[in-house]
């Protein structure tokens, strides 16, 4: 679908944006959340902070933390979750939200309590990297019975049959990882990431959403006809350290701009 932007067509795109529950605090986090919705992103990832985030780089980790250091667990996250989404819904604004995490979170908390929290919450989804399809504890078929998608990854070293094998298990889209390593560092828009992407597209039917070392506008005006989905992280969690170590009052204002310029 092609859009009108200051005159000229371009490729529609949907954002999803990142917010680590909790930071720099409960309320600033949730102002934060309602920012990013309002200004325009289609999906919010919302990460419960986890002692050991092996997928995350510096930013995201120094976050999660700080959020731990402030109390967080993991019935505030869901009360986060239910606040933002009933302020949501006043506004006429319906961003699906996945719950971004760790295997040892939902063992922690038991998992079908966990995924029963999350439906009755509206999160749409769940994104949790750490377990694999052969063991991922029942989670995707447990995932479906409560009525949430448990999106699966793929990585550049993912082979073609495997990513037949997840694709058929994940959700309505598959998040597709730019690079190896860990998110933080930034992604170079390359033919060889645009022919990565067309490997993956011969094996997952699915919509793709791309992520790790998104950053920039012009990353995402970039990727506008070869991906339906750009999954922006630690840009997010950067802009809120900034706010925080300013003194920001209005986060949700300035959340809201700070994403409307990402997209426009």
Request: proline share 4%; charged share 20%.
């Amino acid at each position: 679908m092609k859009l009108r932007v200051w005159g000229c067509e371009v490729q529609e795109i949907q954002l999803m944006g990142h917010i680590v529950a909790g930071f720099p605090n409960f309320e600033a986090s949730l102002e934060c959340a309602k920012g990013i919705c309002l200004g325009g992103a289609d999906f919010l990832e919302v990460q419960f902070p986890f002692s050991d985030p092996n997928a995350d780089g510096v930013v995201i980790a120094n976050a999660c933390e700080e959020s731990l250091r402030g109390g967080f667990n993991t019935d505030l996250g869901f009360e986060l979750i239910y606040k933002l989404k009933e302020d949501l819904h006043a506004r006429g604004r319906e961003s699906k939200i996945l719950i971004m995490t760790y295997g040892n979170i939902l063992f922690a908390y038991g998992v079908e309590k966990f995924l029963n929290k999350a439906r009755d919450c509206g999160v749409f989804g769940l994104i949790v990297p750490d377990l694999s399809l052969q063991n991922d504890e029942g989670l995707f078929k447990k995932a479906q019975k409560f009525g949430l998608e448990n999106i699966a990854l793929i990585a550049p070293c993912t082979s073609p049959k495997r990513i037949r094998k997840l694709t058929a298990k994940s959700g309505s889209f598959v998040y597709v990882v730019a690079r190896n390593g860990i998110t933080g560092e930034q992604t170079q828009i390359s033919p060889e990431l645009f022919a990565y992407l067309s490997k993956v597209k011969k094996d997952c039917p699915k919509p793709l959403a791309l992520g790790f070392g998104i950053r920039t506008k012009e990353q995402v005006n970039a990727l506008r006809g070869i991906v339906p989905i750009v999954v922006i992280g630690s840009a997010f969690v950067q802009q809120i350290q900034n706010l925080k170590d300013k003194g920001e009052a209005n986060y949700k204002q300035t959340m809201q701009d700070f994403t409307q310029n990402l997209m426009s």
